[in-house]
């Protein structure tokens, strides 16, 4: 068997609307073999992964993967299993999966939740390698595996701190993403966006924070501004730090100037031997050594945000008690067994790790590693309880005095931080320490916030939420509104119309259509951009402040939506096209993945649904917000059934868009009056214009507005560009559209012969990833429709022969009975359309339909070029013929 792709969906996506990996499976010969068939496989696979017995499957109750194991199932619902119960030995509680046959194939697809991405992925592979070794009989070392793993996914784990924040923000429905694999996070969207590092906000200016990384600079400023800090000096040599100690007087603390997470950091020092040992350790870490007084008492962190203290924590260092029979080293041991203890900062507290700082304070109590110390006897192996080193906390919130809190407040405020960890030294943190009694030891830019999240003693403090809160304070926005348009037909034309309005109301939109990315008038990147990566470009934009989506059904199929929930979403049609690709062979099928964009709007949003089209209809069902429909017929009766439970359309009354709101009805434009629809001749324009209205208007768009950018929207190349733009070449003229599916053709035929020529010359094409009966079609269509017809190829076969596409569409010309002397296949886009202008005669109408729009234009262009040099010539010409006669 073989894994023919593997893949994470990050956000919502037609399989769930979690996160889920997708893995195609070939599992070849083995692809009709049944569990219960192979020799010991069952057993063996129980006695590896014994926590399927509590997997439920189909059955719906504990047990009942194994009941289907024992009966006999296909190995790609195994391998799905696997999958999750790895992921669960790993520390992942996942539960959705889904195994299914692709076709009459050898291949499945397998999709199962996850949480983080490279353990996910990690686990697929695994499961695939575990089940086809224990399907040759082979031992499999799973202990291995899970440890590589593991190690490969801490990698891209988000600290405790960043998942705190990342999970108070959903809590509050604030959408988080993630750049990169560190720990920066975006919150919200476009204008109202914050992005964090850690508990550093995008408000926190980069002095502010090497200040607080410069420990003797910090320590200067608050002692300036009359903080109690520690007496002390820099120096870069031994005989400096010596010097510092003397004048200082025992005891003493050394560290590193520029240090973080206690690292380098020794405390109580009594001796020169000591001083000289601890100032080794610290140089290693730095240039530049602190040597101050040390402070007798606690060690508190006082956690600060935005103008007030959230938490309080004393920390207690790391340390074993004696038990007289095991040693210093087998305690520690002991003691990280402990399963809140991780490495780093993956769980609520680190390991502990004997270190030279470490070995240092143990000769100092008299002791070495191999000591067994007597019962009871707490033996410390740091002087500073730091979590990162093995420390502990307690939660000391509530007793804290009201005059420290305001010395902390002010200690973070005087460096500049909006978030800070301020670090006290004093006897107890409920007595004032202007007493003279304790200082501020340092002030940390980025503090961690494991230690009041998951305190070894005392109540956990949600400060993540307090984080968020400040970030977002209540009421305040955090999001853009996104309205995401969808559908098979139309939605390029639809997206702009509505960006046009948005724009001519005073928003800064950011778009996304097969035209390319645009924020407000400026495209920010060319192409087909209609998926995820397309839409984060909006969204990470905070010059944005209303985002308009092309989703088109590839980049839903490929990688999901690239937003969490939109507050519009739009459904135009769906009708035949890129049916047979990525397994999507019926209209249920493409409704099924238009659906998600519908499925993904916020409680109170809108839906707007084309009440015309029986599968859009059907759409209704998956709807779970407010719903418009529009309609092009008065009588619609899925638009009246609607508006007599109170519901808003929107429909042509008349020649009028009409909308009803419950209320009564709003005249809102006549058709005719809209460029775009060509004096109401383009029908599915008038759709796209419904539409556009529908979502305009659920923005809270004024009418007025609405009604001038519609009157304003033209389909030229600076409004709608490629899609039916007309241009006059001497006497004829040549349309341009991008119709490339059954409706589309159909759709702008009809419009062509209410234009009026004396011969319509079709040039057509399809892309080669349609059905053989679908590129037919479409050609037979084509030769109802046009009196010629040129027959050309794009340039991307999509896995089809060269010529193949151009011979389909020539049989299907030919079946509408076309005379063979009028049909010609010339396979240039560019050449088929200059061949087709050298013929044109007066009263001729070209058409179009392409797959480059650039080089198209250029044709165009350069012959309403040279028109226009030579009525320049012939007017030149003529006066200076004037001139000689006067």
């Known amino acids: 068997m073989k894994i023919c792709e593997l893949k994470a969906f990050k956000g919502r996506n037609i399989y769930s609307h979690k996160k889920v990996i997708k893995m195609v499976i070939d599992l070849e010969e083995l692809a009709n073999v049944a569990t219960k068939d192979i020799k010991g496989f069952n057993d063996a696979l129980l006695r590896l992964l014994p926590g399927l017995y509590q997997h439920h499957c189909s059955l719906g109750r504990p047990g009942g993967f194994v009941t289907r194991l024992m009966e006999g199932t296909y190995l790609a619902h195994v391998i799905e299993h696997c999958a999750l119960e790895i992921q669960y030995l790993l520390g992942y509680e996942v539960s959705f999966g889904r195994a299914r046959q692709m076709e009459d194939s050898t291949k499945y697809i397998v999709v199962y939740a996850y949480i983080n991405e490279v353990a996910g992925l990690e686990a697929g592979r695994c499961s695939v390698q575990l089940v086809e070794a224990l399907c040759r009989g082979q031992a499999f070392d799973l202990d291995f595996h899970i440890n590589r793993i593991k ?61 607080a990384c410069d420990k003797s600079l910090t320590k200067e400023i608050l002692r300036e501004a009359g903080i109690p800090v520690p007496e002390g000096g820099v120096c870069t040599s031994l005989e400096e730090a010596l010097d510092i100690a003397q004048q200082l007087g025992y005891p003493v603390a050394v560290k590193p100037e520029r240090g973080n997470q206690g690292k380098g950091v020794s405390l109580n020092l009594t001796t020169p031997d000591e001083v000289a040992q601890a100032f080794n350790i610290a140089k290693q870490m ?286 135009t049609n769906i009708t035949e096209d890129h049916l047979g690709c990525d397994g999507i062979y019926t209209l249920e099928d493409l409704l099924h993945v238009k659906s998600l964009v519908v499925e993904a709007v916020k409680p109170d949003g809108y839906v707007v649904l084309n009440a015309d089209d029986p599968m859009v209809v059907e759409a209704a069902k998956r709807v779970k917000c407010n719903i418009i429909y529009f309609s092009k017929q008065e009588d619609n009766l899925i638009v009246h059934r609607h508006m007599a439970n109170g519901g808003l359309a929107v429909f042509l009354k008349g020649q009028y868009i009409t909308i009803a709101n419950g209320d009564g009805f709003i005249q809102c434009m006549d058709v005719a009056s809209i460029p775009a629809t060509y004096g109401g001749m383009l029908t599915y324009n008038i759709e796209n214009s419904l539409a556009a209205v529908s979502a305009a208007y659920a923005m809270k768009i004024p009418i007025e507005t609405i009604q001038k950018a519609l009157a304003s929207f033209y389909t030229d190349e600076i409004h709608n560009p490629g899609r039916f733009n007309v241009f006059n070449i001497r006497d004829f003229r040549v349309v341009v559209d991008y119709a490339h599916n059954i409706s589309g053709y159909t759709q702008v035929i009809e419009a062509i012969k209410k234009m009026g020529a004396l011969q319509t010359v079709g040039i057509i094409g399809v892309p080669g990833d349609r059905q053989d009966d679908t590129i037919r079609c479409i050609g037979f269509i084509a030769g109802k429709g046009f009196d010629r017809i040129i027959i050309k190829e794009d340039v991307d076969l999509r896995g089809r022969c060269r010529g193949e596409v151009a011979k389909l569409l020539k049989e299907g010309v030919l079946s509408a009975g076309m005379d063979p002397s009028k049909v010609e296949i010339i396979l240039s886009e560019v050449e088929a359309l200059k061949t087709a202008i050298r013929r044109a005669k007066a009263g001729d109408l070209i058409v179009i339909f392409y797959e480059k729009l650039e080089p198209v234009m250029a044709v165009i262009k350069e012959m309403l070029s040279n028109i226009e040099a030579e009525v320049n010539s012939d007017r030149n010409a003529a006066i200076m013929e004037f001139n000689r006669l006067q």
């Open 151 to 211: 190690a490969k996914a801490m990698k891209n784990e988000l600290g405790p701190s960043t998942k705190a924040i990342v999970e108070a923000a959903q809590e509050r429905g604030i959408p988080v993403m993630r750049i990169g694999n560190s720990s920066i996070l975006q919150l919200g969207y476009g204008k109202y966006q914050k992005r964090v590092e850690a508990t550093i906000t995008e408000n926190t200016t980069c002095i502010s924070v090497d200040i």
């Open 286 to 571: 730095d240039e530049n050594v602190i040597v101050e007084k040390y402070i007798k008492g606690n060690d508190y962190r006082v956690l600060v945000v935005g103008d007030r203290v959230v938490a309080v924590a004393q920390r207690i260092p790391p340390h074993v008690v004696g038990d007289g029979i095991h040693t210093i080293a087998q305690l520690v041991d002991m003691v990280n067994k402990d399963e809140r203890r991780g490495e780093d900062h993956e769980k609520p507290l680190t390991k502990i790790k004997i270190d030279e700082i470490s070995l240092a304070l143990l000769r100092k109590q008299g002791y070495t590693p191999e000591s067994v110390p007597p019962a009871g006897k707490v033996v410390y192996l740091k002087a500073n309880g730091n979590l990162s080193t093995g420390g502990e906390a307690i939660d000391c919130t509530n007793k804290i005095h009201p005059v420290n809190c305001e010395i902390a407040v002010r200690a973070a405020q005087i460096i500049g931080l909006d978030i800070a960890g301020i670090d006290i030294a004093c006897p107890d943190i409920s007595k004032p320490i202007e007493e003279g009694m304790g200082a501020v030891i340092e002030v940390n830019a980025a503090p961690g916030i494991r230690m009041h999240l998951y305190p070894s003693k005392g109540k956990p403090r949600n400060v993540a939420q307090h984080i968020i809160d400040m970030l977002f304070p209540p009421g305040s926005r955090h999001s853009i509104p996104i309205i995401s348009v969808t559908g098979t037909n139309g939605k390029t034309t639809t997206v702009r119309m509505i960006a046009h309005i948005l724009r001519t109301y005073g928003y800064t939109v950011g778009m996304t259509t097969t035209g390319g990315v645009y924020i407000g008038h400026r495209c920010v990147m060319k192409g087909d951009t209609t998926g995820p990566a397309s839409a984060k470009i909006v969204l990470t934009d905070k010059r944005v402040e209303v985002a308009v989506l092309e989703t088109a059904r590839g980049g839903i199929i490929r990688s999901g939506l690239g937003y969490d929930l939109s507050d519009i979403a739009v459904l």
